[in-house]
């Protein structure tokens, strides 16, 4: 059973317009959400985090939100740019910190 | 900071053999290390979580005596591929947080493995 989802398989966004990714989950014990970027064939890269404790979190270009109510989160980046092209995964974790729940990921393709 | 080597990158062994790939914490003490599978346009599939100096746990489906997991101290876990077959064939990637209660995990670039 999928506990975060990704329903949006790919997404493409012009060059310096926002970009927005969005995450669902199930698991009401969640409390600690993050994005990652990855490339192919490369490991993933963290991007931002959020605690269940805030609704919303910025660094620079990034900002995730997080709607607890909804069980929904989202990263919006702005302006997007062409090296933004990626796969994006959103995860989620529970109590114990220790595991990490992923989304099947969403490809994101920023055109120039 | 936060940054996991993992070694080798990309590796092609015959059916039979065994494969050996190597996760390093750099810059930081790594608790917790976690082993994941890739399958082609799919997400990361947990195969095991693994504590420094006890047993990994394994996911439900994933052989532990396929694919042995040690991690014997605080900057190292191995992931050992036992009798590989073509199946095995995947892109696996190692990560590691510290144990901090809500920090993010920090992953290697992954091995390519292809056995022949």
């Known amino acids: 059973d999928q506990q975060v989802k990704q329903n949006s398989p790919s997404l493409s966004v012009q060059e310096g317009r926002i970009s927005i990714l969005n995450c669902d989950y199930t698991?009401?014990?969640?409390?600690?959400f993050l994005w990652y970027k990855k490339y192919p064939a490369e490991g993933p890269t963290f991007l931002i985090s959020?605690?269940?404790?805030?609704d919303k979190n910025e660094d620079g270009r990034f900002t995730v939100f997080l709607n607890k109510s909804a069980k929904h989160l989202s990263l919006h980046i702005v302006p997007s740019q062409p090296g933004d092209s990626a796969v994006y995964f959103c995860?989620?974790?529970?109590?114990?910190?220790?595991?990490?729940?992923f989304g099947t990921g969403t490809s994101l393709t920023v055109i120039p | 900071g936060a940054v996991v080597s993992q070694h080798p990158s990309w590796v092609i062994c015959k059916s039979g053999t065994s494969v050996k790939i190597e996760c390093r914490s750099l810059?930081?003490?790594?608790?917790?290390m976690f082993w994941y599978r890739q399958f082609p346009k799919q997400s990361l599939m947990l195969m095991a979580t693994?504590?420094?100096?006890?047993?990994?746990?394994?996911e439900q489906g994933v052989e532990k005596d396929k694919f042995l997991i040690n991690h014997a101290s605080l900057t190292l876990s191995t992931l050992t591929v036992t009798s590989a077959h073509p199946e095995d064939s995947s892109f696996y990637i190692c990560?590691?947080?510290?144990?901090?209660?809500?920090?993010?995990?920090?992953f290697g670039n992954g091995t390519r493995l292809t056995v022949t």
């Open positions: 698991n009401s014990m969640f409390d600690y």
């Open positions: 693994s504590n420094e100096g006890s047993k990994a746990t394994y």
């Open positions: 959020i605690s269940s404790i805030k």
């Open positions: 810059d930081f003490q790594a608790t917790t």
């Open positions: 990560s590691a947080k510290t144990g901090a209660y809500n920090s993010p995990l920090h």
């Open positions: 995860a989620a974790s529970g109590r114990t910190g220790n595991q990490f729940y």
